[in-house]
């Protein structure tokens, strides 16, 4: 077996991961829904948000952890709906109460309820109060290159720019924004918010990406369950043709067969 076969999992602070698809537990139709998307996704790890789950606080409620089992699969509580600093800061420390000191988080700050955009001043802002709380953040920001790497430098575990607005999915919008940031990026990038189908996923694993996360893409499939299947393959075929490292682009064409030797009439 060739060492492209044998690819390596991917590590974020300190774990490490073979399935580079993570998702999202929102939006299913309810918790069996959500427990066969997951399990067929073959995620390993599964983010939800802390202010809109019930993690067993709400007896006469159904728990999410009935359907994605913490003995199974790694929880990364996110911050959404937080619009400050303040906020997503003390959703961490929620959460962190709520999975009996559970530290990896997905900090995400947003800007408005129209677009979804991260604030990216208030971001900074609550990932170097969670980074010096012994947080190890996985952090939701836009596809600028140098807000990447102010993230990175605060000490996030991991970077993850949006491939166009939540929900949207209109897929990779600025791939060259993205191939700067994983370029020159030293944690796991992993394009966070956008996909719409397969081939967006099969395209930012292409481009080098540690991993891609969604929730939409699958939930809003009008079947979820086949759509999360075909996200794991295209997760896995974006890698392997990473891997394999594509063939250069030409101005001319080439033909596949030799010149030489053929047959004349």
Request: net charge negative; proline share 5%.
């Amino acid at each position: 077996m060739s060492d492209l076969q044998l690819d390596r999992p991917w590590q974020v602070a300190g774990r490490a991961f073979h399935s580079r698809l993570l998702v999202g537990t929102g939006k299913y139709r309810d918790l069996d829904e959500t427990a066969a998307a997951v399990a067929a996704s073959g995620a390993e790890i599964v983010t939800f948000a802390v202010r809109r789950t019930n993690l067993g606080q709400n007896a006469d409620e159904p728990n999410l952890l009935d359907a994605v089992s913490p003995e199974r699969y790694t929880l990364l509580p996110n911050t959404a709906g937080c619009y400050t600093a303040r906020d997503a800061v003390r959703t961490c420390k929620l959460a962190r109460e709520l999975l009996d000191g559970h530290n990896l988080v997905k900090l995400e700050v947003l800007g408005d309820d129209k677009t979804l955009y991260p604030n990216v001043v208030e971001t900074l802002k609550a990932a170097d109060e969670l980074v010096r709380d012994g947080f190890e953040v996985m952090v939701y920001t836009s596809d600028d290159p140098i807000v990447a790497r102010e993230l990175e430098a605060l000490g996030c575990s991991a970077v993850m720019p949006l491939g166009s607005l939540i929900g949207s999915g209109h897929g990779l919008l600025n791939p060259a924004n993205l191939a700067l940031i994983v370029e020159n990026a030293g944690v796991p990038v992993l394009v966070d918010a956008g996909i719409g189908t397969a081939s967006d996923a099969a395209l930012a694993m292409e481009m080098g990406c540690a991993g891609v996360l969604m929730n939409s893409a699958i939930a809003h499939a009008r079947h979820p369950v086949v759509m999360a299947g075909a996200m794991k393959k295209a997760i896995e075929a974006g890698r392997e043709a990473f891997l394999a490292e594509r063939m250069p682009r030409r101005e001319r064409a080439e033909a596949s067969s030799p010149a030489s030797g053929r047959i004349n009439a």
